[in-house]
């Protein structure tokens, strides 16, 4: 049987199992493609795609670098070593090639958005902040990429003290997703922490509709209104915003 319609024949056999997330077919026919045409990178990296989704994540970064051997242009394999390495605690390492990407691919949304990630998990906060930014000028609209770097990058606001700018990524968040219930109730804690008691207050009593049995939610509650009294008492302005 011809060479190339062999090669052809399995690959398309290994894009429908991907697709179909079908990883362990679709690696075998990756794997069988490889022994026919091992200098094709697109193959290698979708070897590495299918290893990464089924957990074997060193296998995954050799297929990465053989992917990267054969075309170091190619942007997603620098990042697919990058999702590797974070899985394996090498984060450093994986920050250069999240990195190597963007210098590829200067809109690469989803690798600013990964890199900010492991910033924000190293405590890099300030650098996270920027990579967020830079992830929302590229991350289509409504993605839950997009939500969820509005939320870490609230989150790493409110760690560097700035909480204004803090409120308005959860807002942004909450707009879009009005019953997510962690964000309400770091916007709750992020009241709380101003001495916006009410604001507080009305967060956490939302945040109880959808978790009524959380004991800690019952404690946060009881140190709003306790505050709450207080300032009452005092004849202090109590902001809703």
Same mark, same amino acid.
């Given at each position: 049987m011809n060479r190339e319609y062999v090669l052809d024949k399995t690959l398309i056999d290994a894009y429908n199992y991907h697709r179909s997330n079908m990883y362990q077919e679709a690696l075998e026919c990756y794997i069988a493609a490889a022994e026919l045409d091992g200098d094709n990178n697109e193959i290698w990296f979708e070897m590495g795609s299918c290893l990464y989704s089924l957990g074997n994540y060193p296998k995954? @970064?050799?297929?990465? @670098?053989?992917?990267?051997? @054969? &075309?170091?242009?190619? =942007?997603k394999?620098?990042?697919?070593c990058g999702l590797a390495l974070n899985?394996?605690?090498? &984060?450093? %390492?994986? @920050?250069v090639f999240y990195s190597e990407a963007i210098k590829l691919n200067p809109a690469y949304g989803m690798a600013y958005f990964a890199r900010a990630n492991t910033r924000y998990f190293m405590e890099k906060f300030g650098e996270a902040i920027k990579d967020y930014t830079l992830a929302l000028n590229s991350l289509s609209d409504f993605s839950w990429e997009q939500e969820e770097s509005h939320y870490y990058r609230a989150v790493c606001y409110e760690k560097i003290g700035s909480l204004?700018?803090? %409120?308005i990524d959860y807002n942004w968040v909450l707009k879009k997703s009005p019953d997510r219930y962690d964000v309400i109730r770091k916007r709750a804690l992020l009241s709380f922490k101003e001495k916006k008691y009410q604001a507080a207050l009305k967060d956490i009593l939302k945040a109880r509709e959808l978790?009524? =049995?959380s004991k800690r939610l019952s404690q946060i509650q009881k140190k709003i209104e306790v505050q709450l009294e207080k300032t009452q008492e005092r004849g202090e302005v109590v902001s809703f915003h």
């Open positions: 995954a @970064l050799e297929c990465g @670098l053989a992917s990267l051997k @054969l &075309d170091s242009s190619h =942007a394999s620098w990042f697919n899985m394996m605690n090498e &984060d450093e %390492r994986a @920050l204004d700018f803090a %409120r978790y009524p =049995a």
